[in-house]
């Protein structure tokens, strides 16, 4: 009987000190992996994950060892094991959609999808990421509406970071009429490469073509790209090449063109 207690005492100092050296190689684990994470943009939702992992660790640890002892001691496990499996179902089916979020939330942020401050399109919704937490992403639209979308589908959707784009592609068409002679066509392309030319905030890789001659204008495109990443400055450039462009095309006298219709009339008194 001495030696029965002697043993079982062993056992559980024994385990309790394993649990010590697990818990610390946890707490230095999970100190670590807090150190990494704060430095980044994301510090907020990470930091409402990293406790709940280290909590699951810590409890896996301590259910496993208690387990083993008991197993050890000839005690049966096939009931508490049963009985934890209808729980843990019970809580699954309860929690599945914040237990989903936060695997999305979790896979979103070591993949560094996106994080705060990106402009992102996810389906037809489109905007600046103002917020990521534990369950959810909050986008602010163009329209200024906030919309907010669950992790998991966040997670499970094909997400397009315009943010990360290394340039943005300019593309613009300038239709000048019909009655514009060859040499103010050739002006009207030397005037476009001249006002890419004398920008910093585009890529010198542009090309500018007659690219059609449409219904009722003889097109000249614009094909380039800026070194904008966000979209009200890549709208900014457009803007201001645009403007650039009629100045110059009006003060050489290049008339630009509008939609119009020539329409012949028969003479119905002419004899036939």
Known sequence: MPNKIFELSAGIIINIVIIAILFKMTDIFIGKLKEKFNKSDNAGPISQIIPIFEKIIKTVVVFVLAASFLQSQGYSLTSLVAGFGITGLAVGFAAQQTIASMFGTFGILTDKVYKTGDYIKIDNIEGTVENINLRSTKIRTLDNFLVTIPNDKMA???????????KRRLDLTFGATYDTSDEKLNRGIEIIKDIMATRTDVHNDYNVFIE???????????????????????????????????????????DFAFPSTTVYMADSNKSI
């Open 212 to 254: 059609t001659l449409d219904s009722s204008s003889i097109n000249i495109r614009l094909l380039g790209y800026t070194k904008a990443k966000a979209y009200d400055t890549f709208a900014k450039i457009r803007s201001e090449v645009y403007l650039e462009a009629v100045r110059r095309f009006r003060a050489e006298g290049i």
């Open 156 to 166: 499970n959707s094909i997400v397009t970071n315009v943010s990360k784009a290394h």
